[in-house]
Nanobody, 115 residues
Framework: QVQLVESGGGLVQPGGSLRLSCAAS????????MGWYRQAPGKERESVAT???????NYADSVKGRFTISRDNAKNTVYLQMNSLKSEDTAVYYC?????????WGQGTPVTVSS
């Protein structure tokens, strides 16, 4: 079992930046992949960025060039650096990790981009 705790969300103006953090309750050794997902009001949850155990990354087209996913194995933490934020980035952001048992989700952290 893994517990995930996200933090770093909040209110930011268009063009601003935020860094989200996802702290895992145990070592990330053995995780197949880690990722960030988001769900806007009235929309389905979508993948934003993922990072595999080998380090390869994948981004949604809508965030390429603006968002960066990274991880710190020593801190058991995955990050999402979000720059040049737009109003359409407003959503609840969730962290997800997977291992041989299945998928684990965090509770989500809200991000609101508004002037």
């Amino acid at each position: 079992q893994v517990q995930l705790v996200e933090s770093g969300g909040g209110l930011v103006q268009p063009g601003g930046s935020l860094r989200l953090s996802c702290a895992a309750s145990r070592s990330m050794f053995g995780f197949y992949a880690m990722g960030w997902y988001r769900q806007a009001p009235g929309k389905e949850r979508e993948s934003v960025a993922t990072i595999a155990s080998g380090g390869s990354t994948n981004y949604a087209d809508s965030v390429k060039g603006r968002f960066t996913i990274s991880r710190d194995n020593a801190k058991n933490t995955v990050y999402l650096q979000m720059n040049s934020l737009k109003s359409e980035d407003t959503a609840v952001y969730y962290c997800r990790v997977s291992d041989y048992r299945g998928f684990y989700w965090g509770q989500g952290t809200p991000v609101t981009v508004s002037s």
